[in-house]
């Protein structure tokens, strides 16, 4: 029954074993070094497995020996004397020879056999079902003439799927790519019809990445840390599409641009209210916060600038863009000095790079914090990261001021707001956090959640995102 019962245990997809990969610890390996399961409850399958398996083998040893113990005939002790030597040192061969082994032992070895043959039949049946379970078995069905793949991945917030569509639908969503809404350095954003029943306005965005054998290992990698994402401050991925040269992620369409349209627009485009500023920041340090703190595997997103924080009707925020994102540590990964150059050339944007990343090529969670700094400074001063005009990077502008206390926070704020249109104890708040998020020391910046809280205690700007529902999903 205990052999039973730990069997159901390791089938049962509600209710994993709760066993630890060492992987989860933490580790100041290189990036290359670390073997890193696909998702932890495959971890804990195959570990159940195993153990099942050896308590098996166990079981079926012990029964074995059980029923060869009482199948060995009970002897008299001989006894042997100096004629039994004699006897034995003679030519003569003796005059008797041991006696045919009895029934006993033929049944002993009808019982080994059938233990083995079963054994190994359950050994073989238990082995399918775990490649199938690790592996993903994926069952297709048609849908409107779409073929749809589907695969469950199981993560913190629950269990949710992401649909895998034909390259036919992409090419007909986006009506053969004639809307370009974005465009990055490996991929462009493109504008796509949902006629899905429940697709909100019937639209969604479709980033494609350009096809290169080393873009294909971009777009793999962001997605597998899309797939583990759940989170209404990140933008949430309805599906994906691969051919042999190009891959597509489907998002939901975030309708009302970014936040760096809103705060650099131009002389056209009106300021973005304080509250909203005020609103974004914190949105940006929830989001940050998941990805550091939350989720199974802890995400460094690696590139947090505005033109990264899509903004909805309400001027709500959702982080996007994992394509430069670092999964799998909890502390700092330093690359190889072979891909430094290949890393640094992939990852930051300027102006909001940490200057300890580039220094050392070190990754981790302080070089967002760095970035959110300087997010921090472009929402109070309306400033933008890198001044074209001046050749100069924000921090280096105002930086060096917060640092040596050499101005007042009145002077640092957005004129565009007027002297009324923000608060003055929130603006000292927001750029004392900022000072201490662009500290040279990693170790000496604030985590997420040490943000946040700041925020929450001091900026009574945001209380009014509790009145303030999530956006409702998307769904195909």
């Not at 049946?125 to 775990?130: C, G, N, T």
């Not at 290169?212 to 290992?217: A, D, F, K, T």
């Not at 349209?261 to 609103?279: F, I, Q, V, Y």
Request: hydrophobic fraction near 35%; glycine fraction near 6%.
């Amino acid at each position: 029954m205990k052999l039973a019962h730990l069997f159901h245990l390791c089938l049962d997809r509600d209710h994993p074993c709760q066993i630890v990969p060492p992987s989860m610890a933490e580790s100041n390996l290189e990036e290359e070094d670390q073997i890193l399961p696909q998702s932890p409850h495959a971890y804990n399958f195959v570990c159940c497995y195993s153990y099942f398996f050896t308590s098996l083998l166990l079981f079926s040893s012990l029964s074995t020996f059980s029923e060869a113990s009482r199948s060995i005939p009970t002897t008299t002790t001989a006894t042997l004397s100096l004629s039994s030597f004699s006897s034995l040192s003679s030519t003569n061969p003796p005059s008797t020879f041991p006696s045919k082994p009895s029934s006993h032992a033929d049944t002993s070895k009808t019982l080994v056999t059938s233990l083995t043959i079963s054994a190994a039949a359950v050994f073989l049946i238990v082995s399918v079902m775990v490649v199938m379970r690790c592996f993903g078995f994926r069952s297709k069905r048609k849908d409107n003439g779409i073929v749809v793949e589907k695969e469950d991945h199981v993560e913190e917030s629950g269990e949710f799927s992401v649909k895998k569509l034909s390259w036919d639908w992409i090419e007909r969503s986006t009506d053969g790519f004639s809307k370009v809404i974005g465009t990055g350095g490996f991929s462009n954003v493109y504008l796509a019809r949902n006629p899905g029943p429940n697709s909100g306005d019937g639209f969604c965005s479709i980033k494609i990445h350009n096809g290169s054998e080393r873009l294909s290992r971009v777009f793999k990698q962001e997605l597998d840390i899309l797939l583990r994402l759940e989170h209404h401050r990140i933008v949430k991925l309805l599906g994906y599409s691969e051919n042999q040269e190009e891959g597509a992620l489907v998002f939901e369409y975030v309708a009302n641009g970014n936040l760096q349209e809103k705060l650099h627009g131009g002389d056209a485009t009106p300021a973005l209210p304080w509250k909203n500023r005020m609103a974004i920041a914190f949105q940006v340090a929830q989001a940050l916060e998941y990805l550091h703190e939350k989720c199974a595997l802890q995400i460094v997103h690696m590139d947090i600038k505005a033109s990264n924080i899509l903004l909805d009707e309400n001027l709500n925020c959702k982080l996007c863009d994992f394509g430069s994102a670092k999964m799998g540590f909890s502390s700092t990964v330093q690359p190889p000095s072979s891909m430094r150059n290949q890393v640094l050339t992939m990852m930051g944007s300027p102006g909001y790079t940490d200057p300890h990343y580039l220094r050392t090529g070190i990754a981790s969670k302080k070089n967002d914090v760095y970035s959110f700094g300087v997010l921090i400074l472009e929402l109070v001063t309306g400033m933008e990261a890198f001044c074209s005009e001046k050749g100069q990077f924000l921090t280096t502008l105002v930086g060096s001021r917060l640092r040596d206390g050499g101005c007042e926070a009145a002077e640092l704020v957005d004129p565009r707001l007027g002297a009324a249109g923000f608060d003055l104890e929130e603006a000292k708040t927001m750029l004392g956090i900022s000072a201490t998020c662009l500290r040279q020391s990693p170790t000496l910046r604030p985590s997420a959640t040490q943000i946040l809280e700041t925020i929450r205690e001091k900026v009574s700007s945001v209380s009014f995102l509790q009145s303030l529902s999530h956006d409702k999903e998307i769904v195909y």
